[in-house]
C-alpha cells in the first residue's frame, strides 16, 4: 500500500534562511509524486511534481524537489524563505499519475519570521 | 486554465438539515472528481471518487447514505450532506481531473467551510 510520511508537522525559519520540507512515501510501484500548498481556508495549490525523467522538478515561487528513489524520497526545498511562503503544505503520492486517488501526508506548517 | 470553483464557500445550516455543496470545472471535461474532507489543523481525507454517468465509489468508513454524491455532467459534481449533525462541520475539497486519457493531475477547488449548530 502507498504512503506518504511528512517529517516535522512545523518548521520554523528565518526570512531569508532555506526551507527544507521532508517528504518520504512508500509504493510498491514508481509513484508519481507531489506538492501542494494551501493557505488559510484556501484549496490546494500545486507546486510542483514528479512524474517520470529528470529527478529534480522546479516548481513555482521558487521551489524545487529532487525525486530520490534509493531514499523514497521527494524533500521540497526554497533557497530563501518570504514571509508569503508561511502556508501548509502537503506532499502527495500516486499511482498512475494522478488516475487513481492521491495519498496526501499529514502537512507540514511553515512558520517564517522576519 | 483548469479552473475549480466550488459553491458556496462558506454555509452554515442547522442540525438535521441537509445542504449541498457544488463542484464545478470552468474551463475543462472532468470524467472523474474527487471529494475530501478537511479538519482542522488536518491533511485530507478522501471521501470518495465520483465518476460522470455512474456511482460514486467512497472509502472505507464513509457513509454513502449521508454524503450523497452525484455526477450528473462533465463539469458538475455535487456532495449533498444528509442529515447534518455538528460532527459533519468540516471544511470539504473537490477535485477534478480532466478528460483526456494521458492527463494526471487533480485541480483543487478552493473549499467550502461547513458548520452545523
Known amino acids: 500500500a502507498q504512503s506518504v510520511t511528512q517529517l516535522g508537522s512545523h518548521v520554523s525559519v528565518s526570512e531569508g534562511a532555506l526551507v527544507l520540507l521532508r517528504c518520504n512515501y512508500s509504493s510498491s510501484v514508481p509513484p508519481y509524486l507531489f506538492w501542494y500548498v494551501q493557505y488559510p481556508n484556501q484549496g490546494l495549490q500545486l507546486l510542483l511534481k514528479y512524474t517520470t525523467g529528470a529527478t529534480l522538478v522546479k516548481g513555482i515561487n521558487g521551489f524545487e524537489a529532487e525525486f530520490k528513489k534509493s531514499e523514497t524520497s521527494f524533500h521540497l526545498t526554497k533557497p530563501s524563505a518570504h514571509m508569503s511562503d508561511a502556508a501548509e503544505y502537503f506532499c502527495?503520492?500516486?499511482?498512475?499519475?494522478?488516475?487513481?486517488?492521491?495519498?496526501f501526508g499529514a502537512g507540514t506548517r511553515l512558520a517564517v519570521h522576519p | 486554465g483548469a479552473v475549480v470553483s466550488q459553491h458556496p464557500s462558506w454555509v452554515i445550516c442547522k442540525s438535521g438539515t441537509s445542504v449541498k455543496i457544488e463542484c464545478r470545472s470552468l474551463d475543462f471535461q472532468a470524467t472523474t472528481m474527487f471529494w475530501y474532507r478537511q479538519f482542522p489543523k488536518q491533511s485530507l481525507m478522501l471521501m470518495a471518487t465520483s465518476n460522470e454517468g455512474s456511482k460514486a465509489t467512497y472509502e472505507q468508513g464513509v457513509e454513502k447514505d449521508k454524503f450523497l454524491i452525484n455526477h450528473a455532467s462533465l463539469t458538475l459534481s455535487t456532495l449533498t450532506v444528509t442529515s447534518a449533525h455538528p460532527e459533519d462541520s468540516s471544511f470539504y475539497i473537490c477535485s477534478a481531473r480532466q478528460r483526456q486519457e494521458s492527463s494526471y493531475e487533480q485541480y483543487f477547488g478552493p473549499g467550502t467551510r461547513l458548520t452545523v449548530t
Open positions: 502527495a503520492v500516486s499511482l498512475y499519475g494522478g488516475y487513481n486517488k492521491l495519498i
